[in-house]
Protein backbone atom coordinates (compact mmCIF):
# COMPACT_ATOMS: atom_id res chain seq x y z
CA UNK A 1 0.00 0.00 0.00
CA UNK A 2 3.10 2.66 0.96
CA UNK A 3 4.54 1.40 -1.92
CA UNK A 4 1.75 2.34 -4.36
CA UNK A 5 1.64 5.08 -2.89
CA UNK A 6 5.17 6.44 -2.94
CA UNK A 7 5.02 5.16 -6.67
CA UNK A 8 1.65 7.20 -7.34
CA UNK A 9 3.04 10.70 -5.71
CA UNK A 10 6.05 10.83 -8.32
CA UNK A 11 3.90 10.36 -11.24
CA UNK A 12 2.71 13.25 -13.17
CA UNK A 13 -0.71 13.79 -14.45
CA UNK A 14 -0.17 12.62 -17.77
CA UNK A 15 0.96 9.33 -16.13
CA UNK A 16 -2.30 8.67 -14.59
CA UNK A 17 -4.13 8.84 -17.88
CA UNK A 18 -2.57 5.41 -18.32
CA UNK A 19 -2.29 3.92 -15.30
CA UNK A 20 -1.72 0.37 -14.76
CA UNK A 21 -1.44 0.34 -18.48
CA UNK A 22 1.85 -0.68 -20.39
CA UNK A 23 3.49 -1.43 -23.97
CA UNK A 24 3.71 -4.77 -22.32
CA UNK A 25 0.47 -5.33 -20.74
CA UNK A 26 -1.14 -5.28 -24.32
CA UNK A 27 1.15 -8.34 -24.79
CA UNK A 28 1.15 -9.99 -21.46
CA UNK A 29 0.08 -13.60 -22.65
CA UNK A 30 1.34 -15.13 -19.49
CA UNK A 31 -2.65 -16.43 -18.99
CA UNK A 32 -2.06 -18.51 -22.33
CA UNK A 33 -0.58 -21.98 -21.07
CA UNK A 34 -3.41 -22.01 -18.34
CA UNK A 35 -6.12 -20.74 -20.75
CA UNK A 36 -4.98 -22.05 -24.26
CA UNK A 37 -8.29 -24.55 -24.46
CA UNK A 38 -10.58 -21.16 -23.92
CA UNK A 39 -9.23 -19.80 -27.04
CA UNK A 40 -8.82 -22.95 -29.02
CA UNK A 41 -12.19 -24.11 -28.54
CA UNK A 42 -13.42 -20.29 -29.11
CA UNK A 43 -11.87 -20.25 -32.50
CA UNK A 44 -13.67 -23.93 -33.21
CA UNK A 45 -16.89 -22.38 -32.38
CA UNK A 46 -16.66 -19.40 -34.38
CA UNK A 47 -15.50 -21.28 -37.01
CA UNK A 48 -18.68 -23.59 -37.11
CA UNK A 49 -21.16 -20.57 -36.30
CA UNK A 50 -19.76 -18.64 -39.37
CA UNK A 51 -19.67 -21.13 -41.99
CA UNK A 52 -22.79 -23.10 -40.73
CA UNK A 53 -24.82 -20.05 -40.97
CA UNK A 54 -23.64 -18.85 -44.25
CA UNK A 55 -24.01 -22.45 -45.51
CA UNK A 56 -27.95 -22.29 -44.12
CA UNK A 57 -28.54 -18.88 -45.14
CA UNK A 58 -27.60 -20.29 -49.18
CA UNK A 59 -31.33 -21.60 -50.00
CA UNK A 60 -33.42 -18.71 -48.11
CA UNK A 61 -30.99 -16.35 -49.62
CA UNK A 62 -31.88 -18.35 -53.38
CA UNK A 63 -35.41 -18.39 -52.77
CA UNK A 64 -35.44 -14.47 -51.12
CA UNK A 65 -33.87 -13.95 -54.53
CA UNK A 66 -35.71 -15.22 -57.23
CA UNK A 67 -38.60 -13.83 -55.09
CA UNK A 68 -37.35 -10.59 -55.77
CA UNK A 69 -36.68 -10.88 -59.41
CA UNK A 70 -40.26 -12.38 -59.18
CA UNK A 71 -43.08 -10.62 -61.84
CA UNK A 72 -45.43 -10.99 -58.84
CA UNK A 73 -45.64 -7.60 -56.77
CA UNK A 74 -46.80 -9.53 -53.54
CA UNK A 75 -44.05 -11.97 -53.56
CA UNK A 76 -41.44 -9.21 -54.64
CA UNK A 77 -42.89 -7.06 -51.92
CA UNK A 78 -42.61 -9.62 -48.99
CA UNK A 79 -39.06 -10.82 -50.28
CA UNK A 80 -37.88 -7.28 -50.51
CA UNK A 81 -39.85 -6.70 -46.65
CA UNK A 82 -37.65 -9.59 -45.59
CA UNK A 83 -34.62 -8.29 -46.69
CA UNK A 84 -35.21 -4.59 -45.75
CA UNK A 85 -36.09 -5.22 -42.35
CA UNK A 86 -32.73 -7.75 -41.66
CA UNK A 87 -30.48 -5.31 -43.51
CA UNK A 88 -31.53 -2.51 -41.48
CA UNK A 89 -32.21 -3.37 -38.03
CA UNK A 90 -28.39 -4.27 -35.87
CA UNK A 91 -27.95 -8.19 -35.79
CA UNK A 92 -27.28 -7.99 -31.76
CA UNK A 93 -31.15 -6.94 -31.76
CA UNK A 94 -32.15 -9.72 -34.24
CA UNK A 95 -29.88 -11.87 -32.13
CA UNK A 96 -31.87 -11.35 -29.16
CA UNK A 97 -35.60 -11.07 -30.52
CA UNK A 98 -34.73 -14.79 -32.17
CA UNK A 99 -33.13 -16.29 -29.25
CA UNK A 100 -35.50 -14.85 -26.69
CA UNK A 101 -38.67 -14.77 -28.88
CA UNK A 102 -38.40 -17.53 -31.65
CA UNK A 103 -36.58 -20.17 -29.04
CA UNK A 104 -38.65 -18.66 -26.19
CA UNK A 105 -41.22 -20.68 -27.96
CA UNK A 106 -39.02 -23.49 -28.76
CA UNK A 107 -37.14 -25.45 -26.15
CA UNK A 108 -34.07 -26.73 -27.93
CA UNK A 109 -32.68 -29.45 -24.61
CA UNK A 110 -29.38 -28.68 -23.19
CA UNK A 111 -27.01 -31.31 -24.80
CA UNK A 112 -22.94 -30.66 -25.96
CA UNK A 113 -20.97 -31.45 -28.84
CA UNK A 114 -17.51 -31.53 -29.30
CA UNK A 115 -17.03 -31.46 -25.44
CA UNK A 116 -18.02 -27.32 -25.39
CA UNK A 117 -21.20 -26.59 -27.68
CA UNK A 118 -24.11 -26.49 -26.10
CA UNK A 119 -26.69 -26.94 -28.73
CA UNK A 120 -29.43 -25.25 -26.83
CA UNK A 121 -27.28 -21.76 -27.18
CA UNK A 122 -25.87 -22.93 -30.73
CA UNK A 123 -28.53 -23.48 -32.88
CA UNK A 124 -30.24 -20.06 -31.99
CA UNK A 125 -27.21 -18.91 -32.68
CA UNK A 126 -27.16 -20.51 -36.32
CA UNK A 127 -30.48 -19.72 -36.78
CA UNK A 128 -30.54 -16.25 -36.00
CA UNK A 129 -26.65 -15.32 -37.89
CA UNK A 130 -28.02 -17.58 -41.28
CA UNK A 131 -31.17 -15.79 -40.82
CA UNK A 132 -29.17 -12.01 -40.82
CA UNK A 133 -26.88 -13.47 -43.60
CA UNK A 134 -29.87 -14.86 -45.37
CA UNK A 135 -30.60 -11.13 -46.59
CA UNK A 136 -27.63 -10.02 -47.32
CA UNK A 137 -26.30 -12.98 -49.48
CA UNK A 138 -29.93 -12.89 -50.85
CA UNK A 139 -28.85 -9.36 -52.99
CA UNK A 140 -24.94 -11.38 -53.67
CA UNK A 141 -27.76 -13.72 -55.27
CA UNK A 142 -29.73 -11.37 -57.18
CA UNK A 143 -26.73 -9.45 -58.50
CA UNK A 144 -25.47 -12.55 -59.45
CA UNK A 145 -28.29 -13.68 -61.55
CA UNK A 146 -29.00 -10.40 -63.09
CA UNK A 147 -25.00 -10.09 -64.26
CA UNK A 148 -25.82 -13.05 -66.59
CA UNK A 149 -26.26 -11.89 -69.78
CA UNK A 150 -29.99 -11.84 -70.84
CA UNK A 151 -29.12 -13.26 -74.01
CA UNK A 152 -28.55 -16.55 -72.12
CA UNK A 153 -32.25 -16.28 -70.83
CA UNK A 154 -33.44 -15.67 -74.26
CA UNK A 155 -31.66 -18.20 -75.85
CA UNK A 156 -32.73 -20.91 -73.62
CA UNK A 157 -36.63 -19.75 -73.86
CA UNK A 158 -35.98 -19.68 -77.12
CA UNK A 159 -35.25 -23.57 -77.62
CA UNK A 160 -38.83 -24.22 -75.88
CA UNK A 161 -37.60 -24.61 -72.36
CA UNK A 162 -39.84 -22.83 -69.55
CA UNK A 163 -38.83 -19.95 -67.03
CA UNK A 164 -37.60 -21.98 -64.44
CA UNK A 165 -35.99 -24.73 -66.58
CA UNK A 166 -34.02 -21.81 -68.18
CA UNK A 167 -32.87 -20.28 -64.92
CA UNK A 168 -32.36 -23.73 -63.41
CA UNK A 169 -30.16 -25.06 -66.10
CA UNK A 170 -28.57 -21.87 -67.58
CA UNK A 171 -28.56 -19.20 -65.53
CA UNK A 172 -28.09 -20.17 -61.78
CA UNK A 173 -25.22 -22.21 -62.95
CA UNK A 174 -23.48 -19.25 -64.44
CA UNK A 175 -24.25 -16.88 -61.92
CA UNK A 176 -23.29 -19.33 -58.61
CA UNK A 177 -19.97 -19.77 -60.34
CA UNK A 178 -19.63 -15.70 -60.33
CA UNK A 179 -21.21 -15.36 -56.35
CA UNK A 180 -18.72 -17.71 -55.25
CA UNK A 181 -16.19 -14.81 -54.01
CA UNK A 182 -19.02 -12.72 -51.94
CA UNK A 183 -20.17 -15.78 -50.64
CA UNK A 184 -16.86 -16.62 -49.23
CA UNK A 185 -16.86 -12.79 -48.45
CA UNK A 186 -20.27 -13.00 -46.65
CA UNK A 187 -18.41 -15.96 -44.24
CA UNK A 188 -15.72 -13.83 -43.45
CA UNK A 189 -18.11 -11.15 -42.28
CA UNK A 190 -19.73 -13.72 -40.32
CA UNK A 191 -16.02 -14.84 -39.08
CA UNK A 192 -16.25 -11.06 -37.35
CA UNK A 193 -20.22 -10.67 -36.89
CA UNK A 194 -20.15 -13.52 -34.73
CA UNK A 195 -18.76 -12.24 -31.94
CA UNK A 196 -22.12 -11.13 -30.70
CA UNK A 197 -22.70 -14.34 -29.98
CA UNK A 198 -20.63 -13.83 -26.87
CA UNK A 199 -23.15 -11.83 -24.94
CA UNK A 200 -25.79 -15.01 -24.86
CA UNK A 201 -23.19 -17.12 -23.63
CA UNK A 202 -21.65 -19.22 -26.25
CA UNK A 203 -18.19 -20.16 -25.88
CA UNK A 204 -16.94 -18.69 -29.38
CA UNK A 205 -13.82 -17.02 -29.22
CA UNK A 206 -14.55 -13.16 -27.82
CA UNK A 207 -16.80 -15.09 -24.92
CA UNK A 208 -13.42 -16.90 -24.30
CA UNK A 209 -11.66 -13.77 -24.04
CA UNK A 210 -13.85 -12.04 -22.12
CA UNK A 211 -14.18 -15.03 -19.35
CA UNK A 212 -10.22 -15.38 -19.57
CA UNK A 213 -9.95 -11.72 -18.64
CA UNK A 214 -11.92 -11.78 -15.98
CA UNK A 215 -10.86 -14.56 -14.32
CA UNK A 216 -6.86 -13.32 -14.15
CA UNK A 217 -7.81 -9.66 -14.69
CA UNK A 218 -5.49 -9.30 -17.54
CA UNK A 219 -7.84 -7.21 -19.07
CA UNK A 220 -5.94 -6.47 -22.44
CA UNK A 221 -3.76 -8.92 -23.72
CA UNK A 222 -6.85 -11.52 -24.36
CA UNK A 223 -8.86 -9.27 -26.94
CA UNK A 224 -4.99 -8.62 -28.32
CA UNK A 225 -4.96 -12.04 -28.58
CA UNK A 226 -8.41 -12.83 -30.16
CA UNK A 227 -7.39 -9.53 -32.09
CA UNK A 228 -4.60 -11.15 -33.70
CA UNK A 229 -6.39 -15.17 -34.14
CA UNK A 230 -9.49 -13.52 -36.26
CA UNK A 231 -6.99 -11.21 -38.30
CA UNK A 232 -5.07 -14.30 -38.80
CA UNK A 233 -7.77 -15.70 -40.43
CA UNK A 234 -9.82 -13.15 -41.77
CA UNK A 235 -6.82 -11.36 -43.86
CA UNK A 236 -5.23 -14.52 -45.69
CA UNK A 237 -9.28 -15.39 -46.77
CA UNK A 238 -9.79 -11.73 -48.31
CA UNK A 239 -6.71 -12.37 -50.15
CA UNK A 240 -7.39 -15.69 -51.28
CA UNK A 241 -10.96 -14.72 -52.27
CA UNK A 242 -9.18 -11.78 -53.70
CA UNK A 243 -7.10 -13.57 -56.01
CA UNK A 244 -9.53 -16.39 -57.30
CA UNK A 245 -11.60 -13.31 -58.53
CA UNK A 246 -9.30 -11.80 -60.46
CA UNK A 247 -8.44 -14.99 -61.90
CA UNK A 248 -11.77 -15.50 -62.19
CA UNK A 249 -12.11 -12.57 -64.26
CA UNK A 250 -9.02 -13.20 -66.47
CA UNK A 251 -11.23 -16.61 -67.18
CA UNK A 252 -14.00 -14.30 -68.47
CA UNK A 253 -14.93 -14.42 -71.91
CA UNK A 254 -17.67 -13.32 -74.61
CA UNK A 255 -19.42 -16.10 -75.59
CA UNK B 1 -38.05 -20.37 -106.31
CA UNK B 2 -40.46 -22.15 -104.10
CA UNK B 3 -44.37 -22.03 -104.80
CA UNK B 4 -46.41 -19.68 -102.42
CA UNK B 5 -48.17 -22.46 -101.05
CA UNK B 6 -49.26 -23.28 -97.35
CA UNK B 7 -48.68 -20.19 -95.28
CA UNK B 8 -46.77 -21.15 -92.05
CA UNK B 9 -46.28 -17.85 -90.10
CA UNK B 10 -48.79 -15.29 -90.61
CA UNK B 11 -48.40 -11.64 -89.08
CA UNK B 12 -51.96 -9.43 -88.72
CA UNK B 13 -51.74 -6.16 -87.79
CA UNK B 14 -49.00 -6.42 -85.38
CA UNK B 15 -48.05 -3.33 -83.59
CA UNK B 16 -45.28 -2.99 -80.16
CA UNK B 17 -45.31 -0.06 -78.47
CA UNK B 18 -42.19 0.32 -75.58
CA UNK B 19 -44.27 2.69 -73.03
CA UNK B 20 -41.63 3.38 -70.95
CA UNK B 21 -40.02 5.54 -74.05
CA UNK B 22 -42.97 5.56 -75.65
CA UNK B 23 -41.52 4.86 -79.17
CA UNK B 24 -43.42 2.73 -81.70
CA UNK B 25 -40.99 -0.37 -82.67
CA UNK B 26 -43.69 -2.23 -84.80
CA UNK B 27 -46.78 -0.24 -86.36
CA UNK B 28 -49.14 -2.12 -88.08
CA UNK B 29 -46.80 -4.82 -89.51
CA UNK B 30 -48.46 -7.94 -91.26
CA UNK B 31 -46.39 -10.97 -93.56
CA UNK B 32 -47.46 -14.24 -94.22
CA UNK B 33 -44.25 -16.68 -94.53
CA UNK B 34 -45.14 -19.78 -96.36
CA UNK B 35 -43.58 -23.17 -96.14
CA UNK B 36 -40.32 -23.79 -96.95
CA UNK B 37 -39.81 -20.45 -98.24
CA UNK B 38 -36.84 -17.77 -97.22
CA UNK B 39 -37.64 -14.51 -96.30
CA UNK B 40 -34.47 -11.51 -95.58
CA UNK B 41 -35.95 -8.62 -93.58
CA UNK B 42 -33.69 -5.74 -94.51
CA UNK B 43 -33.94 -2.32 -93.35
CA UNK B 44 -31.82 0.81 -91.84
CA UNK B 45 -30.99 -0.11 -87.65
CA UNK B 46 -34.34 1.33 -85.60
CA UNK B 47 -36.38 0.00 -88.56
CA UNK B 48 -37.82 -2.76 -86.11
CA UNK B 49 -36.52 -5.51 -87.96
CA UNK B 50 -35.29 -7.51 -85.24
CA UNK B 51 -38.60 -6.61 -82.78
CA UNK B 52 -40.40 -7.94 -85.71
CA UNK B 53 -38.29 -11.42 -85.96
CA UNK B 54 -38.46 -11.47 -81.90
CA UNK B 55 -41.96 -11.16 -82.15
CA UNK B 56 -42.04 -14.09 -83.95
CA UNK B 57 -41.35 -16.76 -81.10
CA UNK B 58 -42.76 -13.82 -78.28
CA UNK B 59 -39.30 -13.14 -77.25
CA UNK B 60 -41.15 -9.74 -77.88
CA UNK B 61 -44.99 -9.58 -76.34
CA UNK B 62 -46.96 -7.72 -79.33
CA UNK B 63 -49.11 -4.66 -77.97
CA UNK B 64 -52.18 -5.66 -80.30
CA UNK B 65 -52.22 -7.72 -83.05
CA UNK B 66 -51.93 -11.71 -84.07
CA UNK B 67 -49.14 -13.92 -84.96
CA UNK B 68 -50.38 -17.34 -86.46
CA UNK B 69 -48.02 -20.17 -86.32
CA UNK B 70 -49.55 -23.50 -87.14
CA UNK B 71 -52.94 -22.19 -86.59
CA UNK B 72 -52.22 -21.25 -83.39
CA UNK B 73 -52.59 -17.72 -82.36
CA UNK B 74 -49.08 -17.38 -80.56
CA UNK B 75 -50.07 -13.89 -78.99
CA UNK B 76 -52.95 -15.19 -77.30
CA UNK B 77 -51.98 -15.50 -73.45
CA UNK B 78 -53.11 -19.02 -72.63
CA UNK B 79 -51.09 -20.45 -75.68
CA UNK B 80 -48.49 -22.51 -74.13
CA UNK B 81 -45.42 -20.90 -76.08
CA UNK B 82 -42.87 -23.50 -74.81
CA UNK B 83 -44.12 -25.83 -76.97
CA UNK B 84 -44.32 -23.88 -79.78
CA UNK B 85 -41.26 -22.26 -79.35
CA UNK B 86 -39.88 -25.87 -79.89
CA UNK B 87 -40.72 -25.74 -83.41
CA UNK B 88 -39.32 -22.09 -84.25
CA UNK B 89 -35.04 -22.32 -83.82
CA UNK B 90 -33.60 -18.84 -82.93
CA UNK B 91 -30.38 -18.19 -84.25
CA UNK B 92 -28.98 -14.80 -82.38
CA UNK B 93 -26.50 -12.19 -83.20
CA UNK B 94 -24.26 -12.66 -79.88
CA UNK B 95 -24.70 -16.59 -80.72
CA UNK B 96 -25.52 -16.82 -76.56
CA UNK B 97 -24.34 -19.99 -76.25
CA UNK B 98 -24.06 -21.42 -72.65
CA UNK B 99 -20.53 -21.07 -71.88
CA UNK B 100 -20.76 -23.68 -68.67
CA UNK B 101 -21.62 -26.38 -71.16
CA UNK B 102 -19.54 -27.80 -73.31
CA UNK B 103 -20.46 -28.00 -77.55
CA UNK B 104 -22.40 -31.08 -77.18
CA UNK B 105 -24.05 -30.63 -74.29
CA UNK B 106 -25.08 -27.26 -75.44
CA UNK B 107 -26.83 -28.87 -78.39
CA UNK B 108 -28.50 -31.83 -75.93
CA UNK B 109 -29.92 -29.30 -73.26
CA UNK B 110 -32.77 -28.50 -74.92
CA UNK B 111 -33.96 -32.19 -76.45
CA UNK B 112 -33.08 -33.66 -73.18
CA UNK B 113 -34.41 -31.60 -70.44
CA UNK B 114 -37.78 -31.29 -72.53
CA UNK B 115 -38.23 -35.08 -72.74
CA UNK B 116 -38.10 -35.13 -76.37
CA UNK B 117 -35.37 -37.31 -76.71
CA UNK B 118 -32.85 -40.08 -75.12
CA UNK B 119 -29.44 -38.39 -73.95
CA UNK B 120 -28.24 -40.91 -76.48
CA UNK B 121 -30.62 -39.77 -78.93
CA UNK B 122 -29.57 -36.31 -78.37
CA UNK B 123 -25.87 -36.93 -78.78
CA UNK B 124 -25.79 -38.88 -82.05
CA UNK B 125 -28.36 -36.17 -83.64
CA UNK B 126 -25.79 -33.60 -82.06
CA UNK B 127 -23.28 -35.04 -83.67
CA UNK B 128 -24.37 -35.61 -87.08
CA UNK B 129 -25.90 -32.10 -87.26
CA UNK B 130 -21.76 -31.30 -86.06
CA UNK B 131 -20.84 -33.38 -89.00
CA UNK B 132 -23.06 -31.37 -91.10
CA UNK B 133 -21.45 -28.00 -90.50
CA UNK B 134 -17.82 -29.52 -90.19
CA UNK B 135 -17.49 -29.01 -86.02
CA UNK B 136 -17.89 -32.80 -85.48
CA UNK B 137 -14.53 -32.81 -83.50
CA UNK B 138 -15.18 -29.57 -81.13
CA UNK B 139 -18.04 -31.50 -79.72
CA UNK B 140 -16.09 -31.46 -76.03
CA UNK B 141 -15.11 -27.89 -76.56
CA UNK B 142 -16.18 -25.16 -74.15
CA UNK B 143 -17.82 -22.27 -76.52
CA UNK B 144 -14.39 -20.07 -74.81
CA UNK B 145 -12.31 -21.97 -77.16
CA UNK B 146 -14.48 -21.38 -80.24
CA UNK B 147 -13.98 -18.66 -83.10
CA UNK B 148 -16.77 -16.37 -83.69
CA UNK B 149 -17.93 -18.03 -87.15
CA UNK B 150 -17.33 -21.71 -85.03
CA UNK B 151 -20.05 -20.30 -82.08
CA UNK B 152 -22.23 -19.34 -84.41
CA UNK B 153 -22.37 -22.65 -86.71
CA UNK B 154 -22.79 -24.55 -83.48
CA UNK B 155 -25.61 -21.78 -82.79
CA UNK B 156 -27.36 -22.82 -85.92
CA UNK B 157 -26.43 -26.52 -84.44
CA UNK B 158 -28.02 -26.31 -81.10
CA UNK B 159 -31.77 -24.75 -82.69
CA UNK B 160 -31.41 -27.08 -85.65
CA UNK B 161 -31.09 -30.33 -83.20
CA UNK B 162 -35.43 -28.88 -81.95
CA UNK B 163 -35.97 -30.44 -85.21
CA UNK B 164 -37.81 -26.79 -86.05
CA UNK B 165 -40.32 -26.11 -89.33
CA UNK B 166 -38.73 -22.34 -89.03
CA UNK B 167 -35.46 -21.10 -88.46
CA UNK B 168 -35.00 -17.35 -87.19
CA UNK B 169 -32.32 -15.71 -87.87
CA UNK B 170 -31.39 -12.08 -85.76
CA UNK B 171 -28.27 -11.15 -87.85
CA UNK B 172 -26.42 -13.81 -87.40
CA UNK B 173 -23.36 -12.59 -89.34
CA UNK B 174 -23.40 -8.96 -87.29
CA UNK B 175 -20.72 -9.81 -84.64
CA UNK B 176 -18.74 -12.07 -86.64
CA UNK B 177 -14.90 -11.37 -88.07
CA UNK B 178 -15.20 -10.52 -91.92
CA UNK B 179 -13.10 -13.62 -92.28
CA UNK B 180 -15.98 -15.70 -90.66
CA UNK B 181 -18.77 -14.31 -91.98
CA UNK B 182 -18.44 -16.90 -95.80
CA UNK B 183 -18.53 -19.90 -92.99
CA UNK B 184 -21.65 -19.24 -91.62
CA UNK B 185 -23.60 -18.10 -94.94
CA UNK B 186 -22.67 -21.26 -96.11
CA UNK B 187 -24.43 -23.35 -93.77
CA UNK B 188 -27.29 -20.87 -93.89
CA UNK B 189 -27.32 -21.44 -97.80
CA UNK B 190 -27.23 -25.65 -97.37
CA UNK B 191 -30.16 -25.11 -94.99
CA UNK B 192 -32.04 -23.06 -97.09
CA UNK B 193 -31.33 -25.33 -100.46
CA UNK B 194 -32.35 -28.33 -97.86
CA UNK B 195 -36.02 -27.04 -97.67
CA UNK B 196 -35.83 -25.15 -94.16
CA UNK B 197 -38.27 -21.94 -93.72
CA UNK B 198 -35.86 -19.14 -93.01
CA UNK B 199 -36.36 -15.67 -91.44
CA UNK B 200 -33.55 -13.76 -91.50
CA UNK B 201 -32.90 -10.15 -90.54
CA UNK B 202 -29.74 -9.24 -92.81
CA UNK B 203 -27.54 -6.52 -93.40
CA UNK B 204 -25.52 -9.09 -95.79
CA UNK B 205 -27.66 -7.79 -99.59
CA UNK B 206 -24.70 -10.18 -101.27
CA UNK B 207 -26.83 -13.00 -99.51
CA UNK B 208 -30.59 -11.43 -99.33
CA UNK B 209 -30.44 -11.35 -103.21
CA UNK B 210 -28.68 -14.89 -103.52
CA UNK B 211 -30.82 -17.13 -100.84
CA UNK B 212 -33.77 -15.28 -100.27
CA UNK B 213 -37.34 -15.92 -102.11
CA UNK B 214 -38.46 -12.94 -100.88
CA UNK B 215 -37.27 -9.86 -99.57
CA UNK B 216 -39.04 -7.21 -96.74
CA UNK B 217 -37.99 -3.81 -96.67
CA UNK B 218 -38.47 -1.77 -93.08
CA UNK B 219 -38.43 1.34 -91.99
CA UNK B 220 -39.79 3.47 -88.89
CA UNK B 221 -41.38 0.29 -88.10
CA UNK B 222 -43.49 -0.32 -91.19
CA UNK B 223 -43.21 -2.70 -94.02
CA UNK B 224 -42.81 -0.20 -96.61
CA UNK B 225 -41.86 -2.99 -99.70
CA UNK B 226 -41.37 -6.44 -100.07
CA UNK B 227 -40.91 -8.56 -103.44
CA UNK B 228 -38.47 -10.73 -104.72
CA UNK B 229 -34.56 -9.86 -104.69
CA UNK B 230 -34.23 -8.87 -107.82
CA UNK B 231 -37.23 -6.58 -108.31
CA UNK B 232 -36.56 -5.28 -105.32
CA UNK B 233 -33.07 -4.28 -105.69
CA UNK B 234 -33.30 -3.55 -109.46
CA UNK B 235 -36.88 -1.59 -109.15
CA UNK B 236 -37.12 -0.21 -105.49
CA UNK B 237 -40.03 1.83 -105.52
CA UNK B 238 -40.43 3.49 -102.34
CA UNK B 239 -38.32 6.21 -101.92
CA UNK B 240 -37.21 4.96 -98.37
CA UNK B 241 -35.95 1.78 -100.02
CA UNK B 242 -34.26 3.51 -103.07
CA UNK B 243 -32.41 5.87 -100.17
CA UNK B 244 -31.49 2.97 -98.38
CA UNK B 245 -30.03 0.99 -100.92
CA UNK B 246 -27.87 3.72 -102.48
CA UNK B 247 -25.94 3.67 -99.21
CA UNK B 248 -25.64 0.00 -98.78
CA UNK B 249 -22.96 -1.80 -100.96
CA UNK B 250 -24.54 -4.57 -102.76
Known amino acids: MYLILAQSAKTTWWQSLFSGMSPASFFNFSFLPKYLSFFWQGLVY ?6 LSVLVAVIPALLLALGRLSKSKAIKGITGGYIAVFRSTPLLVQLYIIYFGLFGLIKIPSHTILGFIDISRFIPGICALALNSSAYVAEIFRAGILAVDAGQTEAARSLGLSGWQAMKLVVLPQAIKNVLPALA ?3 VTMVKESSICMTLGMMELMWGAKTVAGTTYITIAPYVLVAIIYFAINFPASKAIEAVERRMRRGDRKV | MTEKSDVLISVRHIVKEFPDSGTVALNDCSLDISKGEVVAIIGPSGSGKSTLLRSLNMLETPTSGKII ?18 KMGMVFQHFNLFPHKTVLENITLAPVNLKLKTKAEAEKTA ?12 KDEYPAMLSGGQKQ ?17 DEPTSALDPEMVGEVLDVMKNLAKAGMTMVVVTHEMGFAKEVADRVVFM ?24 DFLSKVLI
Request: hydrophobic share 40%; no cysteine.
Open chain 1, 46 to 51: TLLLSV
Open chain 2, 69 to 86: FEGTDLADKSVDINRHRQ
Open chain 2, 127 to 138: VALLERVGLADK
Open chain 2, 219 to 242: ADGKILEENTPSELYEHPQDPRLK
Open chain 2, 153 to 169: RIAIVRALAMEPDVMLF
Open chain 1, 185 to 187: NEV
